[in-house]
């Protein structure tokens, strides 16, 4: 069964592995070069609840992980970003319909 926590800044290197992944073999995202927890940070925000960033585990593994974002116009200050990243190996398996569903569920009307 697929759960949902905050991610916190315990939970970093493993979001950080998983987005390097990314980084190295896909053009999911625009970073050419492996990133640091700092500039991890700057991505994604840890207890905000206007921005809130999930980890995605099925039992005890981690999955994945999503994010909010703002969007960097002040034009656009009530919509966000979604990010969802999967850990090689479980994609196809509807786990990001899920991460979209938790989010509505869970945060709709904070933006």
Sequence with gaps: MIHFTP???????????????????????????????????????????RYPSFLIREGGEVTGYYFLTRLKKQEY?????LSIHLKPGFTGR???QLAIDHIEQTERGSI
């Design 7 to 49: 991610i916190t800044h315990e939970d970093l290197p493993k979001v950080k592995e998983i987005y390097d992944h990314y980084i190295l073999n896909t053009t999911a995202t625009f970073h050419s070069e492996r990133i640091t927890i700092p500039e991890l940070e700057e991505i994604i925000f840890l207890n905000n609840p």
């Design 77 to 81: 200050k009530r919509t966000a970003e």
């Design 94 to 96: 509807r786990i990001s």
